[in-house]
T-cell receptor
Framework: QQQVKQSPQSLIVQKGGISIINCAYE??????FPWYQQFPGKGPALLIA?????SEKKEGRFTISFNKSAKQFSLHIMDSQPGDSATYFC???????????FGKGTRLSVIA | GAVVSQHPSWVICKSGTSVKIECRSL??????MFWYRQFPKQSLMLMAT?????????EQGVEKDKFLINHASLTLSTLTVTSAHPEDSSFYIC???????????????FGPGTRLTVL
């Protein structure tokens, strides 16, 4: 029930295309859904996050879509660039001091 | 704001020695810090949760006597890998939560990670 399932495991997108990564969760108590970007040899960096009271959040080229009834959320990267090539992790969190639950990650490669 | 640092960024040590990794929140006070381990091309594996002034809570399967965690202040947590062995070689990452309320209460900020290689 604490799992967050992320797909696909890897993704190759043409420069300028849209990258879409999906996550699904089971625990309806989760109330915070962030996405992290990680480059090789670096720590994860918070990219964008959403709460279940909204269905979409956009920050620049990055958009989170949230479907509460389906218990799914996704990250869309518009106009994907080679610099976006990284590993992306979705996560889900509860109130209090409990740690985030992470998906297994998606390795995105944006090719020119 | 919300910067977390780790020191050292990489360390190479001989088998049997102990290694200490520091995690600091530079511009905020952290209620809670988390320690993760990450193997190549894999996700983050939570090792333990530490709260300032109290004992760390370790995840199942993580040896508390091997991975000593101390959270002595609101800005510093340390992870000591005792009697390190080659299988302990990994990327160790800490994260922290900001208690001030400036940001979301469950937002986690990650450090840059420490690459440990045990020979």
């Amino acid at each position: 029930q604490q799992q967050v399932k992320q797909s696909p495991q890897s993704l190759i997108v043409q420069k300028g295309g849209i990258s879409i990564i999906n996550c699904a969760y089971e625990n309806t108590a989760f109330d915070y859904f962030p996405w992290y970007q990680q480059f090789p040899g670096k720590g994860p960096a918070l990219l964008i996050a959403i709460r279940p009271d909204v269905s979409e959040k956009k920050e620049g080229r990055f958009t989170i879509s949230f479907n509460k009834s389906a218990k799914q959320f996704s990250l869309h990267i518009m106009d994907s660039q080679p610099g976006d090539s990284a590993t992306y992790f979705c996560a889900a969190g509860l109130s209090g001091n409990t740690p985030l639950v992470f998906g297994k990650g998606t390795r995105l490669s944006v090719i020119a | 704001g919300a910067v977390v640092s780790q020191h050292p960024s990489w360390v190479i040590c001989k088998s049997g020695t102990s290694v200490k990794i520091e995690c600091r929140s530079l511009d905020f006070q952290a209620t809670t810090m988390f320690w993760y381990r990450q193997f190549p091309k894999q996700s983050l594996m939570l090792m333990a949760t530490s709260n300032e002034g109290s004992k760390a809570t370790y995840e199942q399967g993580v040896e508390k006597d091997k991975f000593l965690i101390n959270h002595a202040s609101l800005t510093l947590s340390t992870l000591t890998v005792t009697s390190a062995h080659p299988e302990d070689s990994s990327f160790y990452i800490c994260s922290a939560r900001d208690r001030s309320g400036r940001v979301s209460y469950n937002e986690q900020f990650f450090g840059p990670g420490t690459r440990l290689t045990v020979l």
